[in-house]
């Protein structure tokens, strides 16, 4: 699916051509590629060291402002939605209006937001806005990918988007070291006020640098329908993953919102083939790799996220670490992906995507499994071991189907594919933490009133029960102020095996998903249309 994408230098009526494959590099500071690839990894860190610092922080968050576990999974749930509703109706923004305005938008309302955030005295308002960066982080993570697309020559995108990758997975995996900081030495309002100096940098050297890029044959008009569409079908997907866990997998309303979702994608398909200029030409996905790519996304993001979600957790509450102690028994993973990053990058412009990225999840597979089975005196060396490897399988995954996502999509939808591949990654996010979530409710459940029983601790009630059930989902024991030694010490011992029980559950979970990951990535390969960006004009 080749496309030869000409580029408007000057005004909306007006043509020029530009060579593909040889573009005459920027010689100033506005347009610099690499000037460029710093201004918006700025940007892109905030959003992604967002998706995951405030694991670290959830703990005291739950603890201020009295929170229950299903409030601290809106915290987050609430932010994937937000992000997997609006991103592909963002990236379209970004395609007609110019990846440069989105992403300047995009940064300012997102610092702000987390101002807010800082700023809320209850769990109700730290979710709205937690909602807000969502809804502004979309803007800003497919304008960033248009603009690298357009910005760098078709020889060097790999190695952009590697370090581009770098930086995601840096922040991605770095957000409970910096947040375990944060949340010790200052409080866990600081996890957000952080953004709002780290977005008023990357608006300042937006203003400076970038520079816009626009493809001539870019939309002109907007599928109002198909964003509605389209935005109904994923609120519907995402909140009866987010309730599934509450309402139960088997619930009427669970599956009535799937149902609802799925009639919508079906709406949205059908009348994509009928408007004039569609929000999403569904002829991509008559590119094998590009599909593949986003279902890669997809899983991998299921693998990383659910998994992650509970290892904060695990090491907090049932290793008993400070905030600090647990991001830092997480740096191997974040060293892992930094230095992965850019050498994923390397391996994929020299030998395709397809090896890497099948190795990656196999790696990730062998990791999950590993951290299946943790216990909980499981030595930091041992941990060390796991976290390492998922560091080292993600980094390519994270490179290179970002790559094949956006390589084979054509310079004028470069937002729509960014959004995509975005969209992807926060579905897969949100699948994760409610798949796994169920998997471990429904473990704890199973085990805890055996497990109860058999250390000999007082019959409880069906609400103390299931009180209790909810206190070990996030692996903390109920131990009621005044319990003697011993019973608090058989309390804490049943608390910790039912939740590491459920635990090891997930990752196998995750295990499975990341084999089925395998085999998807052997459909992948090199972007065809790379060299469509490399020859953009400045606007």
């Known amino acids: 699916m080749t496309s030869q994408t000409t580029i408007s230098a000057t005004g909306p009526g007006d043509k020029a051509t530009a060579a593909p494959s040889d573009p005459t590099p920027s010689t100033g500071l506005r347009g610099h590629p690499w000037f460029t690839l710093i201004t918006v990894a700025v940007g892109v860190m905030m959003v992604a060291l967002d998706g995951t610092i405030v694991a670290i922080a959830n703990p005291a968050i739950q603890k201020d402002l009295g929170a229950s576990f299903a409030d601290v999974q809106w915290i987050t749930n609430g932010y994937f939605l937000a992000l997997a509703v609006s991103l592909i109706t963002a990236g379209k923004l970004g395609d007609r209006f110019g990846h440069r305005q989105t992403f300047l938008i995009g940064v300012t309302g997102f610092a702000v937001a987390s101002g807010a955030i800082g700023l809320s005295h209850s769990i109700a308002f730290v979710v709205t806005f937690r909602v807000l960066q969502g809804l502004f982080g979309a803007l800003l993570m497919p304008a960033a990918l248009g603009l690298l697309r357009a910005t760098f020559p078709a020889e060097k995108l790999n190695m952009a988007i590697g370090l581009w990758g770098m930086v995601i997975g840096a922040s991605t995996a770095g957000g409970p070291i910096l947040g375990g900081v944060l949340v010790e030495h200052v409080n866990w309002q600081s996890v957000f006020f952080i953004n709002v100096p780290v977005g008023a940098l990357a608006l300042i050297l937006g203003l400076l640098i970038l520079r816009d890029h626009r493809a001539e044959n870019a939309p002109r008009s907007f599928d109002l329908l198909g964003i509605a569409l389209l935005s109904g079908a994923m609120f519907c997907l995402v909140w009866a993953l987010i309730k599934a866990p509450t309402w139960g997998w088997g619930s009427g309303t669970t599956w009535a919102f799937l149902a609802v979702s799925v009639l919508g994608f079906g709406l949205f398909a059908f009348w994509e083939q009928r408007v004039k200029e569609p929000l999403i030409p569904l002829g991509l996905f008559r590119s094998v790799p590009l599909s593949a790519g986003v279902v890669l996304m997809v899983l991998m993001a299921i693998a990383f996220m659910g998994g ?110 960014g959004g995509l591949q975005q969209a992807a990654m926060q579905i897969g996010g949100s699948l994760g933490t409610a798949v796994l979530g169920a998997v471990m409710a429904s473990r704890v459940d199973s085990d805890l009133p055996g497990n109860w029983t058999d250390a000999g601790l007082p019959k409880l009630t069906q609400p103390q029960l299931d009180a209790t059930a909810e206190a070990v989902q996030v692996g903390v024991a109920p131990v009621a102020p005044g319990t003697p030694a011993a019973v608090a010490a058989k309390i804490t011992q049943v608390a910790h095996d039912t939740f590491i029980s459920g635990m090891s559950l997930a990752c196998l979970v995750a295990a499975g998903v990341a084999v089925v990951a395998v085999f998807v990535a052997l459909l992948t390969k090199r972007g065809e249309n790379a060299e469509a960006g490399a020859g953009a004009a400045h606007i």
Do not use: C
Not at 346 to 361: E, F, N, Q
Not at 365 to 391: H, K, P, Q
């Open 308 to 417: 992650l979600f509970f290892v904060t957790f695990y090491l907090q509450n049932v290793h008993g670490m400070s905030p600090i102690d647990a991001g830092l028994h997480l740096l191997p993973l974040t060293g892992m992906m930094i230095v992965g990053s850019p050498l994923a990058g390397a391996a994929i412009t020299k030998l395709g995507p397809r090896i890497p990225l099948a190795g990656g999840m196999a790696a990730t597979a062998i990791a999950m499994y590993g951290m299946s089975t943790l216990e909980s005196d499981t030595s930091s060396a041992v941990m060390s071991i796991w976290f390492a490897l998922l560091g080292f399988g993600l980094a390519p995954v994270m490179v290179g189907a970002t790559e094949v996502i956006v390589g084979n999509a054509p310079m004028e939808l470069s937002g729509v594919a």
